[in-house]
Structures are given as structure tokens and as C-alpha cells.
């Protein structure tokens, strides 16, 4: 198994652009995240999705978007980037309750 | 809502001895999960130990063990033998089992140098 796998490992945004960070897992888990960890910080939560089909907000969605199409992969979407954005990335998956499997992370900077 | 904290935002040991991190919450919850995260340089997330509020005893995996005091609201992480290897930034967490909801609340991480 590849566990979660995460697209790009870095990248570098001007401001005003848009992306989409890739998350695919190969574990049958339904719960997947989306979290930033800024310097110095500990992880918060993006959004998370319970199952495809089903996304709901977490404690910064503000800027970002997400979709559930499929129970592997799980996108987050970055509209118009700004430079509050810049910040590493992790995608997690899960199942209900249990330990949550991480990505290696994206590395992003807005410039 | 939860609340996680952890009060020691850098410690450091000598290889070979004993540390303790500490972490406290805060929930009017009686079920959850608690979890302590390790992030080494590499950035990668690791699960270290996790701890079910409903179990009295105490977990273990190999050098790592937790003291869980349920009243207190304490979820300290005693790691044995320090390895250099294990510098890294760990994180404490809590997840509450039951609703619908799903999220892990993190505290801001110790950073634990391991000296040679």
C-alpha cells in the first residue's frame, strides 16, 4: 500500500493564481482532511470529508474549496492564492475514530 | 469544544535518559481518543501512541508510554531510552467518539531535541 500520497511536494504560487492539491489514499478509508500547519503551529483543519459525495468545512476554509468524487482521492482547491496561504499542507485519511493517516505534505508559498 | 494544550514548547535530553511531554485538554465529553503525533524534520506525521479515554490502563509501544489521569485531564508522554532519532516535533491530540464529529484537534507541539 502507498498509504496517502500527496501532488506537488512544492510549489511556488504568484498571487492571484489558483491550484489544486492532489490526495489520494489506498486504504478503503471513507474520512479524509485537509489540514495547513503554519510556522511554528500545529495543524488545523481544513475541511474533511465523511464520504464521497460528502464534504463539510473544518476551522479555515476560508479560500480553499474541496470535492469528494471518489473515496480515494479527495482535491483541495486554492482560489485566487494570497500570501496568507502560503504554508505546508497535509492530507489525511481515516477510519471513524481511529489514528489518521497523513501525507508527506505540500509545501506552498505565495508570492 | 476541545481544547488541547501543551505547555512545553521546547525540551531537550541527553541520549539514553527519560522525558516526559506533557498535555492537557479540556472536553465536557466522557468518550474520546487521544493521540501523540510525532513530526521529525522530514515533515512526515508519525502515530506514536494512542490512548481510548474508556481504558484505565495506561498504553505502551516499546520505549513510548502515556500517563492518562481521565480527572486531571492529562495526557503526558514518557519516552525511555532517548534515541537521537527521536527529535522530532510531537504533537498531542484528542478526538472526540461519538456525534458526528470527526475532527482531531491538535495542540501547538513541544519540539524535543535529543543530544548525543
Known sequence: ?111 | AQTVTQSQPEMSVQEAETVTLSCTYDTSESNYYLFWYKQPPSRQMILVIRQEAYKQQNATENRFSVNFQKAAKSFSLKISDSQLGDTAMYFCAFIFSGGSNYKLTFGKGTLLTVNP
Open chain 1, 1 to 111: 500500500n502507498a498509504g496517502v500520497t500527496q501532488t506537488p511536494k512544492f510549489r511556488i504560487l504568484k498571487i492571484g493564481q489558483s491550484m489544486t492539491l492532489q490526495c489520494t489514499q489506498d486504504m478503503n478509508h471513507n474520512y479524509m482532511y485537509w489540514y495547513r500547519q503554519d510556522p511554528g503551529m500545529g495543524l488545523k483543519l481544513i475541511y474533511y470529508s465523511v464520504g464521497a459525495g460528502i464534504t463539510d468545512k473544518g476551522e479555515v476554509p476560508n479560500g480553499y474549496n474541496v470535492s469528494r468524487s471518489t473515496t480515494e482521492d479527495f482535491p483541495l482547491r486554492l482560489e485566487l492564492a494570497a500570501p496568507s496561504q502560503t504554508s505546508v499542507y497535509f492530507c489525511a485519511s481515516s477510519l471513524v475514530y481511529n489514528e489518521q493517516f497523513f501525507g508527506p505534505g505540500t509545501r506552498l508559498t505565495v508570492l
